[in-house]
């Protein structure tokens, strides 16, 4: 674990990007945090036509990465055994430690104007 924790808010406040959690990762990012939807990961996922994924496994929780209406679905993993265990496919599969591709990230993504879907998401919790 690279305590990425810091770099992950950071690149959830940059782009605006709601963000969900597994029950390893809550606390990661504080529960109140107004993009955090800790584990509503179904709600949010299936309104989203881009979802990045990082360090995590997919298993029964994110419905072993069927996204049916995703249109890209990114994954970060250390582990390159890792990308592309999902049912949905990859179109970016980028292998490396959590920390400093979230550190990247943040660097190449512009912020988003996400507040309508934000809102709505709230609406919906």
């Given at each position: 674990?690279?305590?990425?924790?810091?770099?992950?808010?950071?690149?959830?406040?940059?782009t605006?990007?709601?963000?969900?959690?597994?029950?390893?990762?809550?606390?990661?990012?504080?529960?109140?945090?107004?993009?955090?939807?800790?584990?509503?990961?179904?709600?949010?996922?299936?309104?989203?036509?881009?979802?990045?994924?990082?360090?995590?496994?997919?298993?029964?929780?994110?419905?072993?990465?069927?996204?049916?209406?995703?249109?890209?679905?990114?994954?970060?993993?250390?582990?390159?055994?890792?990308i592309?265990?999902?049912?949905?496919?990859?179109?970016?599969?980028?292998?490396?430690?959590?920390?400093?591709?979230?550190?990247?990230?943040?660097?190449?993504?512009?912020?988003?104007?996400?507040?309508?879907?934000?809102?709505?998401l709230?609406?919906?919790?």
């Amino acid at each position: 674990w690279s305590g990425g924790g810091a770099a992950l808010a950071a690149f959830v406040d940059h782009t605006g990007i709601p963000l969900v959690t597994r029950q390893a990762g809550r606390g990661v990012v504080p529960d109140d945090h107004p993009l955090c939807f800790g584990r509503d990961w179904s709600n949010v996922a299936h309104q989203a036509d881009v979802l990045l994924i990082v360090g995590t496994q997919s298993n029964y929780f994110f419905g072993y990465g069927l996204f049916p209406r995703l249109e890209h679905l990114i994954q970060v993993d250390i582990n390159p055994s890792e990308i592309g265990r999902t049912r949905t496919p990859v179109s970016v599969g980028i292998v490396g430690d959590a920390k400093t591709v979230l550190e990247q990230l943040r660097d190449a993504v512009p912020a988003l104007n996400t507040a309508a879907w934000v809102a709505r998401l709230r609406k919906q919790a």
